[in-house]
């Protein structure tokens, strides 16, 4: 077991563009979580998914965010039209269904010019 | 809403020692599961301790050990015989029903050798 991975581990973009990132859970884990840190603060819940049904999305998940888990595995959390305010660690966590303990991976850290 | 309160931005400990870590929050639920998360500069973050809410005895893990007061909603954190490694941001968190963690801003821990 590796753990769950995500990829890349930094992106730079310039404001306006797309960007996207994956999120790899721990294998047999159903539960995939993001959440996104700022500096200086803890993460805050974006969105997850049960299997391939996403579940819940936060308001701070703006129309210009999107997240998919098509088979039930890995997931790609989506960012149009990228604004310098999206500047952030985006992290990912798993957990089975049954637990409550979720994991985490190493985030990417998103930099919006 | 839930919320937990870390009132301690910053916190320092002589390697060897013992230091405490304070943790508040609130929540409506009466089933619920209370984390200690550490993340160290620029690594990924890492469970150190969970606590049920329905168990009265007080979580252990080798020399993290929580003092979980049900009653006053505190849930503090010793970290005995501090090592370097110990140095980090550490994070309390809450689930509460809602599937997702509600996390405090955090505490910086150093350690002085």
């Known amino acids: 077991d590796t753990g769950v991975s995500q990829n890349p581990r930094h992106k730079i973009t310039k404001r306006g563009q797309n960007v996207t990132f994956r999120c790899d859970p721990i294998?047999?884990?159903?539960?995939l979580y993001w959440y996104r840190q700022t500096l200086g603060q803890g993460p805050e819940f974006l969105t997850y998914?049960?299997?391939?049904?996403?579940?819940?999305k936060s308001r701070l998940l703006s129309d210009r965010f999107s997240a998919e888990r098509p088979k039930g595995s890995f997931s790609t959390l989506e960012i149009q039209r990228t604004e310098q305010g999206d500047s952030a660690m985006y992290l990912c966590?798993?957990?089975?269904?049954?637990?409550?303990?979720?994991?985490f991976g190493p985030g990417t850290r998103l930099t919006v010019l | 809403a839930q919320t937990v309160t870390q009132s301690q931005p910053e916190m320092s400990v002589q390697e060897a020692e013992t230091v405490t870590l304070s943790c508040t929050y609130d929540?409506?639920?009466?089933?619920?599961?209370l984390f200690w998360y550490k993340q160290p500069p620029s690594r990924q973050m890492i469970l150190v301790i969970r606590?049920?809410?329905?168990?009265?005895q007080n979580a252990t893990e080798n020399r993290f050990s929580v003092n979980f007061q049900k009653a006053a909603k505190s849930f503090s954190l010793k970290i005995s015989d501090s090592q370097l490694g110990d140095a980090a941001m550490y994070f309390c968190?809450?689930?509460?029903?809602?599937?997702?963690?509600?996390f405090g801003k955090g505490t910086k821990l150093t350690v002085n050798p």
């Open positions: 966590a798993s957990s089975l269904i049954s637990a409550d303990t979720q994991y």
């Open positions: 294998s047999e884990h159903n539960r």
């Open positions: 998914f049960q299997n391939e049904a996403q579940l819940e």
């Open positions: 929540t409506s639920e009466s089933d619920y599961y």
């Open positions: 606590q049920e809410a329905y168990k009265q």
């Open positions: 968190a809450l689930e509460g029903g809602s599937e997702k963690l509600v």
